[in-house]
């Protein structure tokens, strides 16, 4: 178990798992608090990658902290991120797309206009929806750029007229490499997944993304 919570103050600092380098953290970010939470050896190894000055704080003071509900809150997103990170490291090419779920889709109507879709990606953070209706289309911030301001059409237009319909899709069982290889078929930026008959979201983790050869983002359904 780590013997203490660390603050970046300057700098940055890898983390490695074996030798391959999974992430980063640089002034205002923490490490050794999973460890701490779980009770279990550090998931990864720290080194720094510049001249780096750190804050270390005791166990018995990481303790205190949590008293607080704020603090509590805090580091239990963050072991819940070091999980994901933890879990991506263990994929593989032949893993299931279903694993790099992240979060729920998100739908619009097609009567909405463009600019509300484009305001509705802002607010969620995502780079794509999932267009409602039958068939079910998406709308992705590529179609914004090259079917709604390329072509000068105003913000009024209905998502109706620029979503692709019908979505092509995989199953979520489909291993990662097929649904690269169908991503850059087709020369899409989205790949839309299916299980039973629900639809959910999802997209590479950074850590998949920066530390194997760049791919075709998805967005995944469920």
């Known amino acids: 178990m780590a013997s203490a919570l660390y603050l970046v103050l300057e700098g940055q600092v890898a983390l490695l798992d074996g030798e391959e380098e999974v992430g980063t953290l640089e002034a205002g970010e923490f490490f050794g608090f999973p460890s ?50 933890r879990a991506a490291t263990d994929l593989s090419l032949f893993s299931p797309v279903g694993r790099l779920i992240r979060r729920p889709p998100v739908f619009i109507k097609p009567s909405a206009s463009v600019q509300e879709a484009a305001l509705r990606m802002r607010e969620e953070g995502v780079s794509s929806l999932l267009v409602e209706g039958s068939p079910l289309g998406i709308l992705t911030d590529r179609d914004l750029r090259n079917r709604v301001l390329a072509e000068g059409l105003p913000p009024t237009t209905p998502v109706a007229q620029v979503r692709t319909a019908p979505l092509f899709a995989l199953p979520a069982d489909t291993p990662i490499y097929e649904a690269v290889a169908a991503m850059v078929e087709r020369g899409s930026t989205t790949c839309p997944s299916w299980k039973g008959r629900g639809w959910w979201g999802w997209s590479p983790t950074p850590t998949w993304s920066s530390t194997r050869p760049k791919t075709p983002s998805c967005s995944l359904g469920a």
Request: hydrophobic share 50%; glycine share 6%.
């Open 36 to 85: 701490l939470l779980s009770g279990e050896p550090p998931a990864f190894s720290v080194v720094a990658k510049t001249p780096v000055r750190l804050l270390a704080f005791p166990e018995r003071s990481f303790r205190k902290l949590l008293l607080f509900p704020e603090a509590a809150r805090f580091f239990g997103q963050g072991l819940a991120d070091r999980v994901r990170l």
